[in-house]
């Protein structure tokens, strides 16, 4: 099994890619803490085996630190919550851009200093942050906040690669594109038309259908495996070609 002995943390793990790559952890053998601000959501864990579950607020520090320090050895970190925002920079209120860097970048900052002792002192860890292809990697039209917020993931996994990559902490980020997810559909039940939304989205996707959750947690398994233990600081594209 490829992570077998290992501790893997995951946030926002009750739905969507998290839970597709909780799973996939488990499988492998990665004993895992499934945790997601909505515990209703974790339910469907039970029952499963290397999977434990429990509830985690990330944009609450104070919470982040005192789980932490009570979940024992942590080998990989997979930072997996976000928010999309819509709109350009003339619809940005201040208050949407607080949530979305609180959430989609301060929170991975957060997580990160909360695991980083433990890993160094065991020498070793593997952190992997969600951010986007729609980012310092490509720009979408209505994404301002969005892509601004996932863009300073990039530079934050970059960052923390370059400081701990001579003490075997390795730091490397996923850019999904569209994937089609229970978040997914939130966003689209909320258009006018959610019948076209979807048409819209599939439209872009120059593989001509969305990515399901399950094909983008192997990327983000491998990164948590030895199997990548020569690639730290990267940005991996999962988008069905959209940045070709």
Not at 11 to 36: H, P
Not at 210 to 229: R, W
Request: glycine share 8%; net charge neutral.
């Amino acid at each position: 099994m490829r992570l077998q002995g290992k501790h893997a943390l995951i946030t926002a793990a009750g739905q969507g890619i998290g839970r597709a790559t909780a799973l996939a952890m488990a499988a492998e053998g990665a004993q895992v803490w499934a945790t997601d601000v909505n515990a209703d959501l974790l339910k469907t864990f039970e029952g499963v085996q290397n999977i434990r579950t429990a509830r985690l607020d990330v944009l609450d520090k104070a919470a982040i630190q005192a789980f932490v320090a009570q979940a024992g050895r942590i080998d990989v970190l997979f930072n997996c919550a976000g928010f999309v925002h819509n709109g350009t920079i003339e619809q940005a209120t201040d208050a949407d851009w607080d949530f979305a860097f609180n959430l989609n970048a301060r929170a991975q900052f957060w997580m990160i200093q909360a695991v980083l002792p433990g890993m160094l002192a065991q020498g070793s860890g593997s952190i992997i942050n969600m951010a986007i292809m729609c980012s310092s990697v490509r720009c979408l039209p209505n994404r301002f906040i969005y892509g601004a917020s996932k863009a300073a993931v990039i530079g934050l996994t970059k960052s923390v690669a370059a400081d701990y990559v001579a003490r075997g902490i390795r730091c490397n980020a996923i850019c999904p594109g569209t994937v089609d997810t229970p978040s997914l559909q939130d966003r689209i039940n909320a258009q006018p038309d959610p019948v076209e939304a979807r048409k819209n989205f599939i439209a872009r996707q120059p593989m001509g259908r969305l990515a399901q959750a399950h094909e983008i947690a192997p990327i983000v398994l491998f990164l948590a495996s030895d199997e990548s233990q020569f690639a730290t600081g990267n940005a991996y594209m999962v988008d069905g070609g959209m940045t070709i």
